[in-house]
């Protein structure tokens, strides 16, 4: 039972550089989030989903694009990397309330991203 | 827009003694859940203890307690008998029920544990 995975776990980009971070989830969750968090501080969320086909933006969405193809795979995608990208991004996955009772968000274990 | 807030950068505390974490919060809505999470140099984000806004019981998970004070809108985390492994970074974070049962997370509280 692998619950939420994201790959890669470490990367180092170029200033201007483009690259998709992947997230996968094998519950079945209809919601799905990508935060980020920088140093000493909370997380802060950037994008999520409700559903295939369904994105709304976070509080910082500037930067990114995301889509949502499959209920499983949210990918967050930075089109011209910046350094204050620099961070750590997390992605999580829940059903909505109601559904198997009141479920928290799964974390995958974080993408650590630098940008020079 | 609801916050989050923990006012306590860093904590430290010896090996079998008690700590709390303090944390406040601000919404308009009058159903709700509020989390604390560990982080642990390890980066995971790992589910210490929940509380549901309409249960006005404390929650308890073995040695974590917390202490919801509805009106004051306040949320604070009483760890007991602290271990070494406690030490990580703790996240208070707020779960609206609109769309999306978007999570909004506090600046995090730095737990020292001394042996």
């Known amino acids: 039972n692998a619950g939420v995975t994201q790959t890669p776990k470490f990367r180092i980009l170029k200033i201007g550089q483009s690259m998709t971070l992947q997230c996968a989830q094998d519950?079945?969750?209809?919601?799905m989030y990508w935060y980020r968090q920088d140093p000493g501080m909370g997380l802060k969320l950037i994008y999520y989903?409700?559903?295939?086909?369904?994105?709304d933006k976070g509080e910082v969405p500037n930067g990114y694009n995301v889509s949502r193809s499959t209920t499983e795979d949210f990918p967050l995608r930075l089109e011209l990397a910046a350094p204050s990208q620099t961070s750590v991004y997390f992605c999580?996955?829940?059903?909505?309330?109601?559904?198997?009772?009141?479920?928290?968000?799964?974390f995958g274990d974080g993408t650590r991203l630098s940008i020079l | 827009a609801q916050t989050v807030t923990q006012s306590q950068p860093e904590m430290s505390v010896q090996e079998a003694e008690t700590v709390t974490l303090s944390c406040t919060y601000d919404?308009?809505?009058?159903?709700?859940?509020l989390f604390w999470y560990k982080q642990p140099p390890s980066r995971q984000m790992i589910l210490v203890i929940r509380?549901?806004?309409?249960k006005q019981q404390n929650a308890t998970e073995n040695r974590f307690s917390v202490n919801f004070q509805k009106a004051a809108k306040s949320f604070s985390l009483k760890i007991s008998d602290s271990q070494l492994g406690d030490a990580a970074m703790y996240f208070c974070?707020?779960?609206?029920w609109g769309y999306g049962n978007k999570l909004v997370f506090g600046a995090g509280t730095i737990l020292r544990v001394k042996s």
């Open positions: 519950m079945n969750h209809n919601y």
């Open positions: 999580a996955s829940s059903p909505p309330r109601g559904v198997v009772g009141d479920q928290p968000q799964h």
């Open positions: 509380q549901e806004a309409y």
């Open positions: 989903s409700v559903g295939a086909g369904i994105t």
């Open positions: 974070a707020y779960r609206s």
């Open positions: 919404t308009s809505e009058s159903d709700y859940y």
